[in-house]
Structures are given as C-alpha cells and as structure tokens.
C-alpha cells in the first residue's frame, strides 16, 4: 500500500485553527475518519491530495510533498467531493467521464471502450448521452466517482461520497469501495460503512481523538456523543 504521512500537520483559516499536531502514517488498505461537524476531517481529507495544503507541518504521499508536488500528487490520488456538481464539467455523461482520460495515452477506440465499462459498472449505461445536469443528486454522485475512478488512481479519497445516495446506490458504492484494490480513505458519518476498514480516526475540536481498529473507535465515537 501507499504511505500517506502527517509529520506535525497543523492548519488554520484565518485565526481560526481548525486542525492541530497531526501525526499519522497512513499505510493501510482502507481508513475511514469520523467525527462531528465542523471537526477537520475535510481538512484532513483534502491534505491528502494537496487541495489544503498545512500552515504548519508536512504531509507527503509516498515521499511527494504535497506543497510542492501537487502536480505529481494529484495525479496519484483521486478525490471525490461530497457535492457532485464540485466536479461534473462537461456536458453529457459519456463526456464527463471521457473528460478525466483527455490525458491518457490509450487510443480513441481504447478510450471509449473504456468509458463504457465503468458506465456499465455504475449503471449509467443508459445515460450515456444525457446532459449531466439533469441527472439526479445520486446519478451525479455516481458519476462523479465512475469519473475519478476511471483513471485508475493509486489511493482514492472519499468525502462522504454516499449523502445523496439511497440504499441501493450506497450498497453499489460500498461493494465498489470493498473490491478496490487501491488504497482509499473515505470521510463518513454513515459508520456501517465502515465494516471490514483496516483503521478508523475519529477527529473532534481539530484532533485525532481516536485511531485504531474500526469497532473500538466507531464505540468510542458513539460514547462521546451519548
Ligand atoms: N475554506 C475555509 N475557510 C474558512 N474556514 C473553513 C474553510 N473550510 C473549512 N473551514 C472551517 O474549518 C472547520 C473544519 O471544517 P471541515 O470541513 O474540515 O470539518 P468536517 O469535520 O469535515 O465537518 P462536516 O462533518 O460538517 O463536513 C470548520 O469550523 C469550518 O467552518
């Protein structure tokens, strides 16, 4: 697996410091960050592919620090946001998804073949055409990560990728995230997501509070809020 890693990671808006002394390396296959509101794990999330860079600290992924090598880094690390409409661009579905490969070496042939495989394997292969901003929030949310995981990242980062999903597109989602083979660290308020995770931290007031095995942390969430 990859090594993603917070050397004495801070970060403040403003005055306003909203992540303080992260240390981790996270190196397993799947993490997952809970917490309350407002508690800093989109902040932490965002760190990962250089979207926030830290006011105070380093963060590096496999050895690329995200401060200078965004480039490189973002190549490596796919990032789907809780809003959909964050990164739909083009007009149709086909598009949107044909729009993440503009950079690939394969062939238009190889390209398109490509893009109806992964629309097959979100069940947006009778969208194909339809114009992205009719889709609803679901179909968008679909999209959106059938659009990053097309380019095959080394780790995908989730934030609360399931919100606008009903239970059978959030089953969808959770058995693609189980048959990943790529690393992914998926931010979530929707703890039975997180069965069969590798590794759970639980982030309040801007700290990790909580990092371990996902039953121990999921209960010690729970018991913070009872
Ligand atoms: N761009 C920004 N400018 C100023 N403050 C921000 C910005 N982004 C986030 N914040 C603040 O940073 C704090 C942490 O926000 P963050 O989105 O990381 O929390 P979160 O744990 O993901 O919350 P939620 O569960 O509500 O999504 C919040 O107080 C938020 O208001």
């Known amino acids: 697996?990859?090594?993603?890693?917070?050397?004495?990671?801070g970060h403040r808006y403003g005055d306003r410091v909203v992540l303080r002394d992260v240390d981790l390396a996270l190196t397993e296959h799947r993490i997952g960050i809970i917490g309350s509101n407002g508690g800093g794990k989109s902040t932490l999330a965002r760190m990962i592919n250089g979207l926030v860079v830290p006011t105070e600290g380093m963060v590096t992924v496999d050895g690329l620090d995200t401060r200078r090598q965004g480039?490189?880094?973002?190549?490596k690390v796919g990032f789907v946001f809780t809003d959909p409409n964050h990164q739909i661009i083009m007009p149709t579905v086909a598009e949107d998804i044909g729009f993440s490969?503009?950079?690939s070496s394969l062939s238009k042939q190889d390209r398109e073949a490509k893009v109806a495989t992964i629309l097959e394997r979100f069940g947006l292969a009778g969208h194909a055409d339809h114009p992205t901003h009719l889709l609803s929030g679901g179909q968008k949310q679909l999209l959106a990560l059938a659009a990053v995981l097309v380019t095959e990242p080394d780790i995908l980062v989730?934030?609360?990728?399931?919100?606008?999903?009903d239970l059978r597109n959030t089953r969808i989602i959770a058995d693609t995230f189980a048959a990943l083979d790529q690393q992914l660290v998926m931010v979530t308020h929707q703890l039975d997501l997180l069965d069969g995770f590798d590794r759970v931290l639980v982030v309040e007031g801007g700290r990790i509070v909580a990092?371990?095995?996902?039953?121990?942390?999921v209960a010690f969430y729970r018991g913070s809020v009872r």
């Open 71 to 75: 480039r490189q880094i973002r190549r």
């Open 1 to 9: 697996m990859n090594n993603v890693s917070f050397r004495a990671v």
């Open 101 to 103: 490969l503009r950079r």
């Open 211 to 217: 990092d371990g095995e996902p039953a121990e942390t």
């Open 158 to 165: 989730a934030d609360e990728p399931t919100t606008l999903l």
